[in-house]
């Protein structure tokens, strides 16, 4: 069983940048793909990034490419997503995802094939 514990959330302005931190509980991080989905108000819930489980491979979704970068500390049980430039339609609940996982370079984008998920945490950018 694995807890996963999202920080960093917050208002920001349109431009600024947030970093998200989750961590994660047990003994076996390394064995993980992690990831961020997000959900915006009245909207379905989408793939936002995602990472292997040895750090060597991500996977974005087209609108946020070259603004965000998710990275993984096996040694710290922790994944971290560097958000810049920032627009308003970025506004959402974030959540942080696991995935036990063989493959080192196996990075799903479905939300159902992702067995973990974060209690989320808000991010809302002002215009």
């Known amino acids: 069983q694995v807890q996963l514990v999202e920080s960093g959330g917050g208002l920001v302005q349109a431009g600024g940048s947030l970093r998200l931190s989750c961590a994660a509980s047990g003994r076996t991080f390394s064995t993980y793909v992690m990831g961020w989905f997000r959900q915006a108000p009245g909207k379905d819930r989408e793939f936002v990034t995602a990472v292997s489980k040895n750090g060597g491979k991500t996977h974005y979704t087209d609108s946020v490419k070259g603004r965000f970068t998710i990275s993984k500390d096996n040694a710290k049980n922790t994944i971290y997503l560097q958000m810049n430039s920032l627009k308003p339609e970025d506004t959402a609940i974030y959540y942080c995802?696991?995935?036990?996982?063989?493959?080192?370079?196996?990075?799903?984008?479905?939300?159902?094939?992702?067995?973990?998920w974060g209690q989320g945490t808000q991010v809302t950018v002002s215009s």
């Open positions: 995802v696991a995935h036990q996982e063989r493959s080192d370079f196996y990075v799903p984008v479905a939300g159902n094939a992702y067995e973990y």
